[in-house]
């Protein structure tokens, strides 16, 4: 069972950019669909985006699609999130989480391991 820790939030100014890190130790990364997932206070944990085990696969939010991009390194068994055109409403503690379903799921319960989360702040 592969472990995560995320790294990469901050805080930004609006229509700035981040890019978020999820390492993962353990053999088994690529067997892994990886995704991001946000929190905000009072608010549901929601799909950022997602990837299969070869990065071929992509599924993104819609309030999200066309400014952020996942990929993925197995041979560093690390997962990327790059966030453009950063909105305050993107505030929100960011997750990652690993799953070992056969598709590439939108919904956390697919998901079975996950990071300890890395704040991100977009101000106005």
């Known amino acids: 069972q592969v472990q995560l820790v995320e790294s990469g939030g901050g805080l930004v100014q609006a229509g700035g950019s981040l890019r978020l890190s999820c390492a993962a130790s353990?053999?088994?990364?690529?067997?892994?669909?990886m995704g991001w997932f946000r929190q905000a206070p009072g608010k549901e944990r929601e799909l950022v985006a997602a990837i299969g085990w070869r990065g071929g696969i992509t599924n993104y939010a819609d309030s999200l699609k066309g400014r952020c991009t996942i990929s993925r390194d197995n041979a560093k068994n690390t997962v990327y999130l790059q966030m453009n055109s950063l909105k305050p409403e993107d505030t929100a503690v960011y997750y990652c989480a690993a799953g070992t379903g056969l598709v590439v799921g939108r919904s956390s319960r697919e998901y079975s391991i996950w990071g300890q989360g890395t704040q991100v702040t977009v101000s106005s």
């Open positions: 353990g053999r088994t990364f690529s067997s892994y669909v």
